[in-house]
């Protein structure tokens, strides 16, 4: 099946610093790459849609210059969480949705854990 | 606008009793429809899925769920629950919305499993 991974799985930051997360699509190409934040014990709530080679579209009340998400081949897409703070701590998950797939599923990555200190 | 409804935000069950956790949709087209399951600290796995045809769908790990389009709902079933189940459990709708298509989750709900 589709597998998605991403890096790290768990990251410590001081408060103002940037942190990078990693999104891959390991078997298949995706056109398609959703970023997701999850507070503990909620929903996922979807904060942006990353097309490769375009601008990601950020969904009302997430700032843009604040997560920047980068999808620059089809197996890759980034977000940079940039001056870091408290309040960004969260679970972050990924889902890619393969090219070559009719059927509208995502396949979700593990998530990444981030702490701000 | 398009919405999911979880009525049960946490459920509890003797292992071997039979489950039904609740989904209702908000869509004014055909939906298409998830059910995915979270265990702590992870990311999702789906366990099955609705886009068309028989209305009585079959799944992972012994699930399944039926689409009713009278009750705008998609209620998710296991006749025997295992304590492996416990997790939280989410029913999501795509979405078609100006060129964006996206997934829409429920608040989720949270199974619990007595021995």
């Known amino acids: 099946g589709a597998v998605v991974s991403q890096h790290p799985s768990r990251v410590i930051c001081k408060s103002g610093t940037s942190v990078k997360i990693e999104c891959r699509s390991l078997?298949?190409?995706?056109?398609?790459m959703f970023w997701y934040r999850q507070f503990p014990k909620q929903s996922l709530m979807l904060m942006a849609t990353?097309?490769?080679?375009?601008?990601?579209?950020?969904e009302q009340g997430v700032e843009k210059d604040k997560f920047l998400i980068n999808h620059a081949s089809l197996t890759l897409s980034t977000l940079t969480v940039t001056s870091a703070h408290p309040e960004d701590s969260s679970f972050y998950i990924c889902s890619a949705r393969d090219l070559e797939d009719v059927a509208y599923e995502q396949y979700f990555g593990p998530g990444t854990r981030l702490t701000v200190t | 606008a398009q919405s999911v409804t979880q009525p049960d935000i946490h459920i509890t069950v003797s292992e071997g009793a039979s489950l039904e956790l609740r989904c209702n949709y908000s869509y004014g087209a055909t939906p298409y429809l998830f059910w995915y399951v979270q265990s702590p600290g992870q990311g999702l796995q789906l366990l099955l899925k609705y886009f068309s045809g028989d209305t009585l769908v079959q799944g992972i790990k012994g699930f399944e769920a039926e689409f009713k389009r009278s009750q705008s709902s998609f209620n998710l079933r296991k006749p025997s629950v295992h304590w492996s189940d416990a997790a939280e459990y989410f029913c999501?709708?795509?979405?078609?919305?100006?060129?964006?298509?996206?997934?829409?989750f429920g608040a989720g709900t949270r199974l619990a499993v007595h021995p």
């Open positions: 078997d298949f190409q995706a056109t398609t």
């Open positions: 999501a709708v795509f979405t078609f919305s100006g060129g964006y298509n996206k997934l829409i």
């Open positions: 990353s097309n490769e080679g375009s601008k990601a579209t950020y």
